[in-house]
């Protein structure tokens, strides 16, 4: 049973956070983004989703104790389908950096390729206080390399 009193000093609510979660096998989110293979950012855009990796919902006694809504606990046991991750790479957003780094390209080579496959910017992002740059989805980016291995191949 959970106690109602709560937890004031952030180490109390972190460990009985803890406790909670061990008792009912929920883990943080590294440990499923690891066990699935996804990077930061498609972690991230799951997340996002919502309903391809679900949070996991803390009881309202635990959520008055702690004086949280919620948390960053997931179940260890989630597994994702083909539509799943389809679904994570329409939604994970990459610079152009991130897009050269993913196809091992450099920038020049990552320009001709997007005006030769049409490969268009979906958004723009912004890190902290830098400038907008372009965001292209990942589903294409990795369409583009396999676009582009067959017009080779179509040339040899």
């Known amino acids: 049973m959970i106690q109602c009193n709560r937890a004031t000093d952030s180490g109390e609510r972190d460990a009985v956070l803890l406790q ?3 008792r009912h096998g929920y883990v943080d989110g590294e440990t499923p983004r690891q066990h699935l293979g996804l990077s930061e950012l498609e972690w ?9 990796i679900p949070r996991v ?3 309202i006694a635990l959520q008055e104790q702690l004086g949280i809504l919620n948390a960053d606990l997931y179940r260890s ?5 083909a539509d799943d991750r389809a679904h994570i790479a329409d939604a994970t957003h990459l610079t152009k950096q991130q897009a050269c780094a993913r ?12 005006q030769t496959i049409g490969v268009r910017r979906v ?3 912004q890190y902290g206080n830098s400038y907008l740059v372009n965001g292209y989805r990942q589903s294409d980016i990795d369409h583009m390399a396999v676009q ?9």
């Open 77 to 81: 046991d989630i597994q994702l389908s």
């Open 44 to 52: 991230q855009a799951a997340a996002w989703l919502g309903s391809v």
């Open 57 to 59: 919902q803390l009881p």
């Open 148 to 156: 582009m291995r067959r017009k080779r191949a179509a040339q040899k």
């Open 103 to 114: 196809l091992q390209i450099s920038t020049r080579t990552f320009d001709r390729w997007k």
């Open 20 to 22: 909670w979660a061990a």
């Open 123 to 125: 958004c723009r992002i």
